[in-house]
């Protein structure tokens, strides 16, 4: 602004000198000038030369003294029958920026659409073959959706698999419900095509009392396995299976917030369980981020589900679990943790980014 001032100045000065009125100087004098004041001073003396406003051969030295950067300029360099070029980069750079927005606002669309479609719409049967010939159908983390009107779509994929049992591995309803009709009703057709065996997560953990135990009693009218921190021993095509369902402590998934949670060790585990069963067990706990701890208790095969894959995935990686955590080691797939295998579901409920909802089908 005071470069901005003595321009000013030095220019009445000079057009006055030349016998120009003060009243003839442009009244938007100030107005033109002014947006140009951060260039260079050659810039400026370029754009008022241009606006009209430099009619002076001197006008540099008035200005500047001996010339910009040292060097004179001459008045054949800006004489009126060769007038410099002038130009502009606002409108270069005004251009560019609204075109990086309408970039960033495509790619924004794009995602938008694909979380919508993979949160509501998308739905995969995921087969993985480890072995053998007892299969198992996973589902886990329902939430509040649904896969067809009442599930019927769901029903229908499954019955289609003809499992052996079905695994349901917590959250079939979200912590916010308290109409379980509709949870009640999917267990029951899952009980006309196999055995059903289920665990609570953390949404029916935090259940108000009285839900809680609603939930219970309305599990158990369908015939469903319920399983909380005990076992059942079953057979199947002639094989002795242990089935065994662990509830750690709800402090393990939220406390002051998701900070100093509690975690899972291998005599947690035997303090509600006990020791491993003598024969093939399979236990089914909901939260995967405890898997060492499943193994070093001495699970066959642990069957989880909770991180939903990690929201989005990127490369094959989940991002985020419900903790807030960024990148949490188990997401989806089969993992070997020590001599057990942890199999986790990504789930069917909650919002989801290049990671459609999913059952899976077990042959073991």
Known sequence: MILYGVLQRLLRETLLKKGSPSNSLPKTFALNFQPDISLSKNYLLLIMHNKGIYQAENLEQKVFGKGVRGKNLS?????PDKPPQSFSIRPTVR????????????????LAVITV?????????????????LKIVQISDLHKRHIGDENCRLVDMIREENP??????????????????????????????????????????SLPAEYHEE???????????????????????????????????????????????DTVNKQDIINVLGDKPDGRTLLLAHNPLFAEAYSQWGADMTFSGHVHGGAVRIFGKGVLSPERKFFPKYTKGVYTVGNMKLLVTSGIG?????????MVVYKI
Request: net charge neutral.
């Open 350 to 358: 909650k919002l989801r980014l290049f990671n459609p909802a999913e």
């Open 75 to 79: 008045s054949e360099r800006f004489a």
């Open 95 to 110: 251009c560019g920026m609204i075109f990086i927005l309408l970039i960033v606002l495509i790619i924004l669309i794009v």
């Open 164 to 205: 052996d049992i079905i695994f349901v591995t917590g959250d079939l309803v979200t912590r916010d419900c308290y109409d379980f009709t509709e949870a009640e009703r999917l267990l029951k057709k899952l009980n006309e095509i196999a055995h059903v065996y289920l665990i609570f997560g953390n949404h029916e953990q």
């Open 215 to 261: 939930l219970i009693q309305r599990v158990k009218k369908t015939n469903t396995y319920y399983l909380d921190n005990n076992t059942s021993k079953i057979v199947v095509n002639d094989k002795e299976l242990f089935i065994c369902g662990f509830t750690p402590k709800y402090t393990t998934y939220r406390k002051d917030g998701y900070r100093n949670l």
């Open 117 to 133: 479609i993979d949160s509501l719409y998308s739905f995969k049967v995921r087969h993985e073959d480890l072995g053998g010939e």
